[in-house]
């Protein structure tokens, strides 16, 4: 029996890198009891930060081991989007902040419920990405589903959803972000309600280096007319070069007036009103 648990400790470490989360449902689809999880914990091969969850013993725990833990071993498709992908790649570090992190995620999915019991200095929100549902519909030319979860998706297949890979950790894991281009329309998606348009014209304002052929492939899977007036707008508020390479021939930006701010100046372009003291809050 002593030999049995020992390999399956020896299984344990290669089935979980060290510092990764997984519940006790992943444990025992794997053939581990809870009568052995147990026993492992009391002997120092794994701790259990909160109930229902365990790790390897590792470094401190952080929020990139709870998305890393959900996108490499639970198959989830959220991904670090919107401001939380800006600011982290120094495209926000302007951009007022207060308070704890708040780690914005996009995807079709919730987090599972284990993920708000563990004891972080930041907290989770998730959005539900459905502006961009198409992109996850993706087919090859034979019909078969492009999922970015596959080993063999190239760099060019990542940037077709938007997304890229940002490595962290000890072991460099692999952690999903969303691109420049996409997390733009990701913050955008929260105007008004949760973010407002002066700081999301100054995260535009930085945006100088944004891809022409992306932005045109996001604007026409973009489904939230609000959201693609908003992002040509701001961007043209600003006469980002790359604005003008950018098509327009095949995306939908719908019919009549949007209103976006009440009060506010109507874009005569875009036909979405704006801040009428916009420009005193430019930076």
């Known amino acids: 029996m002593g030999k049995q648990n020992g390999t399956k400790v020896n299984q344990l470490q290669k089935l979980l890198d060290e510092g990764l989360l997984v ?52 198959g989830s498709f959220l991904h670090v989007g919107g401001r939380t992908a800006l600011v982290h790649r120094g495209r926000g570090h302007y951009v007022r902040m207060s308070g704890a992190e708040t780690v914005l995620l996009f995807g079709p999915e919730n ?65 999903w972000y969303s691109t420049d281009e996409r997390a733009m ?28 052929s992306q932005v045109t492939a996001l604007l026409e899977a973009c489904t939230s007319v609000k959201v693609k007036r908003l992002f040509l ?8 070069q790359w604005l003008s390479h950018v098509r327009l021939g095949r995306v939908d930006l719908g019919k009549g007036k949007r209103l976006l701010v009440p009060g506010g100046h109507l874009h005569a372009k875009y036909l979405i009103t704006l801040p009428s003291d916009l420009d005193a809050h430019a930076r």
């Open 233 to 240: 707008a701001l961007a043209e508020r600003h006469a980002h």
């Open 23 to 74: 519940s006790t449902s992943w444990l025992e689809a794997r053939g581990y009891s809870r009568a052995l999880i147990a026993k492992y914990v009391e002997g120092g091969w794994l701790n259990s930060p909160a109930r229902g969850v365990y790790r390897r013993p590792g470094p401190p725990l952080k929020w990139q081991h709870v998305v890393a833990s959900l996108q490499l071993l639970a």
């Open 185 to 212: 329309f990701e913050v955008l998606h929260d105007v008004p309600a949760r973010e407002s348009v002066h700081e999301a014209d100054v995260l535009m304002q930085g945006l100088v280096n944004l891809r022409p």
């Open 111 to 175: 987090l599972p419920a284990w993920v708000g019991k563990l004891d972080l200095e930041e907290r989770f929100a998730v959005r539900n990405d459905a502006m961009f549902a198409g992109l996850r519909a993706r087919r090859d030319a034979d019909g078969t589903p492009v999922d970015f979860h596959g080993a063999t998706l190239t760099t060019q297949r990542l940037s077709d959803f938007g997304l890229q890979q940002m490595t962290w950790g000890a072991w460099d894991w692999r952690i």
